[in-house]
T-cell receptor, first 110, second 113 residues
Framework: DQQVKQNSPSLSVQEGRISILNCDYT??????FLWYKKYPAEGPTFLIS?????DKNEDGRFTVFLNKSAKHLSLHIVPSQPGDSAVYFC?????????FGQGTTLQVKP | KAGVTQTPRYLIKTRGQQVTLSCSPI?????VSWYQQTPGQGLQFLFE???????NKGNFPGRFSGRQFSNSRSEMNVSTLELGDSALYLC????????????FGQGTRLTVV
């Protein structure tokens, strides 16, 4: 039972353009959502989070949007840079238990 | 401020053996969670410890167990290893385990042969 889904295994964008990574969830009891970035042979690095009571959170080039009625969240990266190339995981949870999606590999081409 | 430290980084074990992995959280963090990452799968939640008590548990068999010490350091044990246990095991620490970001260690790469 995949409670958190990232349906796009990979995404390729041109440097300077917008990257949009999507995530869907099924459990309406999740109360916060996070995005992590992961390089090979490293642990995930926290990027940005959003509480379920908000619909948008912005931090520099990264913005997360939450649509609770659609049970959907997205991460926007503007402008995309080659250093953003990595695997991005969305996660949802409460009380310390995080459920992760399967990840989307983002490639930003110079 | 030191990050989350996991030891060892790499481990090779034989099927049927047992293994213990260690995680030292960020100073002051009381919640430690463990995750398993295998090819083609996302990170799968194993369990969470808070103040020496297991607070949450994922859907893994009883061969996977853990504990947390009074200094918040945590260990994870896997008994009777199977080939399918080969994975990257990650631990994450956070202040209280909720409404906070979890900071991950670099993981322990376990290979079962």
């Amino acid at each position: 039972d995949q409670q958190v889904k990232q349906n796009s295994p990979s995404l390729s964008v041109q440097e300077g353009r917008i990257s949009i990574l999507n995530c869907d969830y099924t459990n309406s009891m999740f109360d916060y959502f996070l995005w992590y970035k992961k390089y090979p042979a490293e642990g995930p690095t926290f990027l940005i989070s959003i509480s379920s009571i908000k619909d948008k959170n912005e931090d520099g080039r990264f913005t997360v949007f939450l649509n609770k009625s659609a049970k959907h969240l997205s991460l926007h990266i503007v402008p995309s840079q080659p250093g953003d190339s990595a695997v991005y995981f969305c996660a949802a949870g409460n009380t310390g238990k995080l459920i992760f999606g399967q990840g989307t590999t983002l490639q930003v081409k110079p | 401020k030191a990050g989350v430290t996991q030891t060892p980084r790499y481990l090779i074990k034989t099927r049927g053996q047992q293994v213990t992995l260690s995680c030292s959280p960020i100073s002051g963090h009381r919640s430690v969670s463990w995750y398993q990452q295998t090819p083609g799968q996302g990170l799968q939640f194993l369990f969470e410890y808070f103040s020496e008590t297991q607070r949450n548990k994922g859907n893994f068999p009883g061969r996977f167990s853990g504990r947390q010490f009074s200094n918040s350091r945590s260990e994870m044990n896997v008994s009777t290893l199977e080939l399918g246990d080969s994975a990257l095991y990650l631990c994450a620490s956070s202040l209280e385990g909720s409404y906070t970001e979890a900071f991950f260690g670099q993981g322990t790469r376990l290979t079962v042969v």
